[in-house]
């Protein structure tokens, strides 16, 4: 393969794309309104189409470019699912979470857990998932961005990896989620465009297309995978989807802060059906063009096949032998503006956390605006430092496995507690508290387990049977303990009333508006494709 290099005009668009979204960025924090709903919350009057965008965003970043499509070249085209599989998530949320965030004014998960239960609950979450952003979100999506552009051009890593952090800072703490959430949006359009060009123009370059890929390795072109799969094993995908997955769109705060900033309930639904359209196509970019480089180097042996310890290698090796001059600037303005929208929305939530839940509850209850914001600022920019310093730990473990290892065992306590707290009221302050505590006991419990026994066991296999654990625990120790009192559980308990309200019931919409025509159009188009490619 000839050299990677990059011409005047592909650095020219790389600048230009990074400095349109740093100037938006600027933008927004001008008109941001200097309290903690107008910094941390956007003043909570977010448009559909940027909470859409943003929602997208934020979910897709180097760690997921990079680590997913050297999976799909790995183990082919089940790893797709890892995109697709969004509407289950997604209806589950519709009906049950954002009606009850929405409703009862909720600013930050914390600040829920707070309310159904007690303080010490929403103190455990404020602590694990600020160490879960800064030791096993944000090093990924550094890691993966600097390492990317480090082996293409040259550069040494660690003057990347600074770039990225001070370019990102410089709007995001500045403005924050406003300037997150319109950047995000350009992100989106610079990430979707460019890559969805990349992968046909790569395509073009396989005689025969997509069908002579197909025909030459059918077994990989399959989106149900068997249960003893390594890699997507399909029953894993619907046990995570009242699991990991659940709490990821749902309950993780720097995906569910965009719903959060809704100007209207209407606003938060259309914004996450948007997102699913987006996401029929997301594939394209982020995994798909895998099986487009084991085709060229294990089929027709047009180069050295990548070893299984490289396979994140993937992405560049792509780079280097499909994109031309031009659109290889295109593609990584997408891909490095992926980076920033994760990192930034990352921070921003550290800084909503950390301000809002643990420094004014722990330190200075009586705290105003200003300070607030100022400790949102230093905590994010502190988050970003330390993430830096953590990233090259990630190289040792391989991208994709080790963000989704980490997530599911920070998600399963979690997850078990919120919908135990959401369906059922007798579910105690003491069993949430057992439940948080000893959900984390149960899993390291069961992964020493497996390991002694020698079980390879998938992580989602794992993280279900610990979820069903930790509901037990949660649950026998709530028949025990005192019961909450019914008018501090009653406002977010689910009831099926909520439906009626999910698209602003109250406010006339013309048809082209209906929730339900849009969301029957995704579902129609979803179900298309695993019909397609089951």
């Not at 970019?285 to 294990?298: A, E, P, Q, R, S």
């Not at 306590?413 to 069993?431: N, T």
Request: charged share 10%.
């Amino acid at each position: 393969m000839e050299k990677f290099h990059l011409s005047l005009i592909d650095i020219l668009i790389i600048t230009a794309e990074t400095l349109l979204v740093v100037v938006i960025g600027l933008l927004a924090a001008r008109k941001v309104k200097r309290t903690t709903q107008g910094y941390f919350l956007a003043s909570g009057n977010m448009p559909w189409y940027l909470i859409g965008a943003a929602f997208v965003s934020t979910s897709v970043s180097s760690e997921q470019i990079v680590g997913t499509i050297g999976a799909a070249y790995k183990g082919g085209m089940g790893i797709a699912n890892w995109e697709w599989w969004s509407l289950p998530t997604y209806l589950l949320m519709m009906i049950f979470f954002i009606p009850l965030y929405l409703r009862n004014k909720i600013m930050t998960v914390p600040e829920l857990l707070n309310r159904r239960f007690g303080p010490a609950c929403g103190g455990i979450y404020s602590i694990v998932i600020l160490i879960g952003y800064i030791f096993v979100f944000l090093p990924p999506v550094i890691y993966g961005g600097s390492i990317t552009l480090s082996e293409l051009t040259g550069w040494p890593q660690h003057y990347v990896m600074a770039g990225i952090i001070l370019v990102t800072a410089s709007y995001t703490l500045a403005g924050g989620l406003s300037s997150v959430m319109w950047t995000d949006a350009i992100q989106c359009i610079m990430l979707i465009g460019g890559g969805v060009i990349f992968y046909f123009v790569a395509l073009d370059k396989i005689p025969g297309g997509w069908d002579a890929m197909v025909a030459a390795a059918p077994d990989r072109f399959h989106l149900y995978q068997p249960p003893s799969d390594p890699e997507a094993p399909f029953l894993s995908l619907i046990l995570a989807s009242f699991g990991v997955f659940l709490f990821y769109q749902s309950s993780n705060q720097v995906m569910i802060q965009r719903i959060l900033s809704a100007r209207s309930k209407w606003d938060g639904m259309m914004g996450l059906i948007f997102s699913g359209f987006i996401n029929i196509v997301r594939p394209l970019v982020t995994c798909l063009l895998g099986l487009i480089v084991y085709h060229w180097l294990d089929v027709m042996h047009q180069g050295p096949s990548l070893l299984p310890d490289d396979q994140d290698r993937a992405f560049p090796v792509a780079l280097q032998l499909f994109a031309p001059s031009g659109l290889r600037g295109i593609i990584l303005g997408g891909f490095f503006a992926a980076v920033m929208a994760s990192v930034s929305a990352l921070s921003n939530s550290v800084a909503t956390i950390f301000s809002l839940d643990v420094y004014r509850r722990f330190w200075r209850k009586n705290a105003g605006d200003r300070e607030l914001i100022i400790t949102g600022q230093l905590s994010g920019g502190a988050a970003l430092l330390i993430s830096s310093l953590v990233a090259p730990l990630v190289g040792t473990v391989g991208l994709f496995k080790y963000f989704q290892t980490g997530v599911t065992y920070i998600a399963t306590p979690f997850i078990a507690v919120l919908l135990m707290g959401i369906f059922w009221k007798r579910a105690s302050y003491g069993g949430a508290i057992a439940g948080l505590i000893g959900g984390v006991i149960i899993q390291i419990l069961l992964a020493v387990a497996l390991f002694a026994m020698n079980i390879n066991l998938h992580w989602l296999y794992a993280g279900a049977i610990a979820q069903v654990l930790t509901m037990l625990l949660i649950a026998v120790v709530s028949v025990y303990t005192t019961a909450p009192q019914p008018e501090q559980v009653k406002p977010y308990i689910w009831n099926i009333s909520w439906l009626r309200t999910l698209g602003d019931g109250e406010v006339k919409r013309p048809w082209y508006q209906s929730l339900k025509l849009w969301l029957a159009l995704y579902a129609l188009a979803w179900c298309y494709i695993y019909w397609r490619f089951w």
